[in-house]
């Protein structure tokens, strides 16, 4: 739907409402659109609004961005008709992934499913209820899968019926079916998790951390979750709409409505996803689970349109913040001389000079343009998330103590005169942190890998610096968080400590 204010046109109706201002977008907008029936080539369009190919590929371009356009059906077209009020859901939220470039291609998805649902009765036929229309659905008549299903539901309601969820689980896994198995307990709904010998570890390993609740289900509560998790089923199936599967679940409340992600991995010796021979693990370490929440999805699943976070103006900012202890004294430092990396030098202590320069190349900006901040250092998503202290022994020139590294403006903040918080016998140390909540306003959860990810690039550029310039170089395989918190002032739970680095030699 298009309304025309004065100056500006609202097109309602598209996952977010979008709106455009001033006289381009009345004049030529309203016309535009009213003209885009897939027929029209960029040339034609032009000719007929009295405007240039270039003006009216770059409006399609904009309105395409904004999901208010797709591309036209592909060619040759279906034949089959479709539902209209399918058709029009599917037009109007399929930019939300953009993995499909016309809603025939998300209905093509749909037509050509199979899913066939097992389990508790009552559950299937209400998650079967939901779907159709959207897709071909059938309930399990016999006891196991047929050869045409392309995905099969487990609908587990009851506590008694896990031998059977075995039975075809091991059978969706040797045919390689995908499994997408719901359970409800109590007033608790599990959305999953989606088992597929492809990408995916197994039911039993997925499954490890169900919960049980002792809540007794109120009328309505199976509706609730069978509407909810044909949602999801919808979702992954068409990809229109994004959606946590396959690589997590929705785990929801049906009491509070209160909902979370959960994920999980494989445990190391699983007779059946495990490379590992030994005994079955009872649970897979807590680093692999983390590994596995945030990973990316299959190709097939990516979301094309995520990658255009990249380009949000609020996400462009992020590479300008940065620590700079604003109350803390300025010491500072030497300009760096990146030019004495061009040689090797003999062995020496650590100086003014080189602790500029290491700082420098380590958690320092190289050039800030206007469109762009430049590091000396990768950085995921070039928003620098690795932070420095300097805990300063003894270096002729500077006094000792605790000092943060303020990247912009290449400055040292000088914290305490303290350096008995990070106790050691070199010259200086090192201590790198991550700046969770930084990266996690872009990158949510996936936030931790990338502040470990940046520490180690952080940790092999000092390490390959402080060899050329003839300084000693230890990381430190051992520390204790809560003491080197409190000598830096941070909460190790949202700025970690991911490095603590010796440079120099014992005096
Ligand atoms: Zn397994």
Redo the contacts with the bound molecule.
């Keep these: 739907m298009v309304s025309n204010e004065a100056d500006q046109v609202v097109v309602t109706g598209s996952p977010k409402q979008q709106l455009f201002r001033g006289r381009s977008a009345t004049d030529l907008l309203p016309a535009l659109l009213a003209l885009l029936d897939g027929n029209r080539t960029h040339a034609e369009l032009g000719v007929e609004l009295g405007q240039s190919e270039e003006v009216i590929f770059k409006a399609l371009s904009l309105l395409w961005t904004c999901g208010v356009i797709e591309e036209g059906p592909p060619d040759p077209a279906p034949t089959w008709g479709s539902d209209d009020r399918l058709a029009d859901y599917l037009s109007r939220v399929g930019s939300a992934t953009e993995a499909n470039a016309s809603w025939e291609h998300a209905a093509t998805r749909l037509r050509t499913a199979e899913v066939e649902i097992f389990g508790d009765p009552m559950l299937a036929a209400l998650i079967r209820e939901e779907l159709t229309g959207s897709l071909p659905v059938t309930l399990g008549a016999g006891g196991l899968p047929t050869e045409h299903a392309t995905l099969v539901v487990w609908a587990d309601a009851d506590a008694d019926a896990d031998a059977d969820a075995g039975a075809v689980a091991e059978h969706c896994w040797a045919k390689g079916i995908p499994l997408l198995r719901m359970r409800v307990r109590g007033r608790r709904a599990a959305l999953g998790p989606l088992v597929d010998p492809r990408t995916t570890?197994?039911l039993?390993?997925?499954t490890v951390y169900d919960e049980d609740d002792d809540r007794t289900a109120t009328g309505g509560d199976c509706a609730l979750a069978a509407a909810l998790f044909a949602r999801d089923l919808f979702a992954a199936v068409s990809r229109t709409t994004p959606s946590p599967l396959p690589m997590r679940w929705r785990l929801v409340d049906l009491e509070t409505l209160g909902q979370k992600d959960t994920s999980s991995a494989?445990?190391p010796g699983?007779?059946?996803?495990?490379v590992a021979e030994g005994p079955v693990a009872e649970r897979a370490a807590l680093a692999t689970r983390f590994e596995a929440s945030v990973a990316m999805p299959p190709k097939e699943f990516a979301d094309l349109k995520a990658h255009q976070m990249h380009y949000k103006p609020s996400n462009m900012a992020l590479q300008r913040v940065s620590r700079t202890w604003p109350v803390a004294p300025v010491v500072e430092l030497l300009p760096p001389a990146h030019d004495r990396l061009d040689q090797q030098w003999p062995a020496v202590q650590p100086s003014p000079n080189t602790l500029s320069l290491l700082l420098s190349v380590t958690a320092g900006i190289k050039a800030d343009s206007a469109d762009k901040v430049s590091r000396w250092t990768a950085s995921g998503g070039n928003i620098g998330s690795v932070t420095a202290y300097a805990v300063v022994r003894d270096i002729p020139g500077i006094e000792p103590g605790t000092y943060g590294y303020v990247a912009a403006g290449h400055r040292l903040a000088r914290l305490s005169s303290l350096t008995d918080g990070v106790p050691g016998d070199r010259p200086v140390s090192l201590v790198l942190t991550g700046d969770f909540p930084k990266v996690a306003r872009k990158y949510s959860a996936f936030a931790l890998r990338i502040v470990l990810l940046d520490s180690g690039c952080a940790q092999a550029t000092t390490r390959e610096a402080a060899r050329t310039l003839g300084i000693g170089f230890a990381l430190r395989p051992h520390w204790d968080d809560d003491d080197l918190a409190a000598a830096l002032g941070i909460d190790p739970n949202v700025e970690p400590v991911t490095a603590v680095i010796d440079l120099g030699d014992p005096r």
Excluded at 270 to 274: A, F, N
């Design positions: 570890p197994c039993d390993c997925l494989t445990r699983c007779p059946c996803c495990s």
